[in-house]
C-alpha cells in the first residue's frame, strides 16, 4: 500500500463490490444455461441448415463471453485473498 497520508479506502466498498460481481457472474451463468434450453427447445422444431449456421453462431458468442463469468470469480477471490488483508492491514495502522 501506498505511504501516501492522503489514501482513502473504503474496505466495505470492496467487499460490496466483491458481492455484486459473484451476482453479476452467477446471473451470466444462468442466463447462460437458460438460452442452452431454449435454442435446444427451438431446434426441435427447427430442422434446416440455417439452424445449425445460427446455433453455431450463437455458440460462439457464448464461448466469446463465457470468460467474463470465470475472469469475475478469479478476481473476487484475489481481491479477498489478497486485497482485502492488505488494506485492512493498512487501515489497522493508520488508526
Known amino acids: ?23 453479476f457472474s452467477s446471473k451470466l451463468n444462468e442466463s447462460f444455461s437458460e438460452m442452452d434450453q431454449s435454442l435446444k427447445r427451438l431446434g426441435e422444431n427447427w430442422k434446416d441448415e440455417k439452424y445449425i449456421e445460427f446455433k453455431n453462431e450463437f455458440s460462439e458468442h457464448v ?11 478469479r478476481y473476487r477471490d484475489h481481491s479477498e485473498k489478497h486485497w482485502i488483508p492488505i488494506i485492512q492491514k493498512f487501515l489497522n495502522t493508520r488508526a
Do not use: H, T, Y
Open 63 to 73: 464461448k466469446k463471453l463465457k470468460p467474463l463469468s470465470d475472469d469475475l470469480k
Open 1 to 23: 500500500m501506498s505511504n501516501n497520508p492522503n489514501v482513502q479506502i473504503n474496505i466495505k466498498a470492496l467487499v460490496e463490490f466483491n458481492k455484486a460481481l459473484v451476482a
